[in-house]
């Protein structure tokens, strides 16, 4: 290649404000898991997590323990202990890697967050299969070992057109579960309340959008690699006036950086769309390699996942059910690929990379022929390198970088 040197990743002034606040709500959890009060919730990334704010539960994420691991490269030294109590490694290496921390008693969150000894200890799980069913397995498990209620919405999945019986069957679901977590919480459901929720959700998520956005000017200020970073607040603080606040800060910053052409790769050649989960243990690595290539991955599925248009106050509990259904992960192959050719068109790319990640099936769209069905259709090259979230023994670091190097030289010529 020849092109390659060092060029260091560009900070990002907001981040101070970012860790303040994620901070602020870690400590919060550890605060309401040692008094008891308010009452914690477990629940997955995407929902019903407004209701349960509604009612005064401080959430938790397992998901985003499970980046942790990933991203403190700490995943590999827990998946066999769960693989021994009989959870396979080719299951989400998410469920594997938190399962198998709790195993062993460690968190990353001691280490990030002095006083902090544990996971915050849940009243209540609540899941939503819509992305997966890897997260009720992940859910039962701890609802067994920690003898704590579960609580679960099944969401059709593969869905083309959204009908209402499938809204309704997710309202009625959500319905259900109140009276149960109202007794667990001891607050009585609000409406009102609940409208509040959803349009402190619905400003995060419009403030997010914006900010990915800020990524269709030529050069992107911000690479993928930054945003996933970035979208920590969309996923644990959505719903609060924090991630709000922290996301107009954000904009402002990227917005500027935009109308000066202050990229985030200096001398952006190539724009990349990044379908599929991160590499959490090597995002450094990758985001310094680009840099390296003058290649600026500029959209990707995963941080659009966090974009929910469906929420209106209006219509709270509808709403939600629209939101957590209209999302990418939950719909079927012809809805997937129209998404990321849409995408691919309003961001300009060049090229489009699909991360195989072995332990997630629902998250790795390169597998029944739709990189090849975007080449020809958009005129644009696909590559596909193979990985994981978070098992880094099914990442070759050779042979992705000695692909991804081709495929930039492709785009070349
Ligand atoms: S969608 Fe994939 S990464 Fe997320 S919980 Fe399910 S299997 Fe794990």
């Not at 691991?69 to 469920?95: E, H, K, Q, V």
């Not at 956005?213 to 911000?222: G, H, I, K, V, Y």
């Not at 190539?270 to 989960?277: E, I, P, V």
């Amino acid at each position: 290649m020849g092109e390659e040197k060092t060029v260091a990743i560009k900070k990002i002034q907001a981040s101070g404000q970012m860790r303040k606040i994620m901070s602020d709500y870690f400590y919060a959890l550890n605060r309401a898991s040692e008094e008891g009060h308010p009452k914690v919730a477990w629940c997955t990334s995407v929902g019903p997590a407004e209701l349960l704010l509604s009612l005064g539960f401080v959430v938790y994420y397992p998901e985003n323990h499970g980046a942790m691991l990933g991203s403190t490269r700490t995943a590999n030294t827990y998946i066999p202990a769960a693989s021994a109590i009989g959870y396979s490694p080719d299951i989400c290496s998410y469920l594997t890697s938190d399962i198998g921390a709790y195993i062993k008693k460690e968190t990353p969150l001691s280490r990030a967050y002095e006083g902090v000894c544990s996971v915050p200890k849940p009243d209540v799980l609540v899941f939503n299969t819509n992305q997966c069913r890897d997260v009720q397995d992940w859910f039962n498990w701890y609802s067994r070992e920690l003898k704590v209620p579960v609580l679960g919405l099944s969401t059709c999945r593969g869905i083309g057109k959204i009908r209402a019986d499938h809204l309704r069957s997710i309202v009625d679901q959500i319905e259900d579960m109140i009276p149960p977590l109202e007794k667990i919480s001891g607050q009585a459901f609000d409406i009102d309340r609940l409208r509040s929720v959803v349009a402190l959700s619905k400003e995060c998520t419009e403030l997010w959008k914006r900010v990915l956005e800020t990524n269709m000017s030529s050069p992107a200020p911000m690479s993928f690699f930054d945003a996933i970073i970035q979208m920590g607040p969309a996923v644990v603080l959505r719903g609060s006036q924090a991630a709000v606040d922290y996301y107009k800060v954000l904009l402002k910053e990227l917005e500027d950086r935009a109308v000066q052409k202050d990229g985030a790769v200096e001398g952006e050649r190539f724009r990349l769309y990044w379908d599929g989960m991160p590499i959490w243990g090597k995002l450094r690595d990758l985001a310094e390699f680009f840099i390296s290539l003058r290649t600026a991955v500029v959209v990707s599925t995963y941080c659009n996942s966090w974009i929910f248009d469906g929420f209106d106050p209006a219509d709270p509990l509808m709403s939600m059910a629209r939101a957590y259904t209209e999302i990418f992960i939950v719909r079927d192959e012809n809805t997937k690929e129209r998404s990321i050719e849409q995408m691919a068109d309003k961001y300009e790319v060049d090229g489009i990379l699909f991360h195989d990640a072995k332990t997630c099936p629902n998250n790795s769209n390169n597998r029944y022929g739709m990189p090849e069905r975007l080449t020809q259709r958009l005129g644009i090259p696909t590559l596909v390198i193979n990985g994981d979230l978070n098992d880094l023994r099914c990442y070759s670091e050779e042979q992705a970088k000695t692909n991804i190097e081709a495929f930039i030289e492709q785009l070349e010529a």
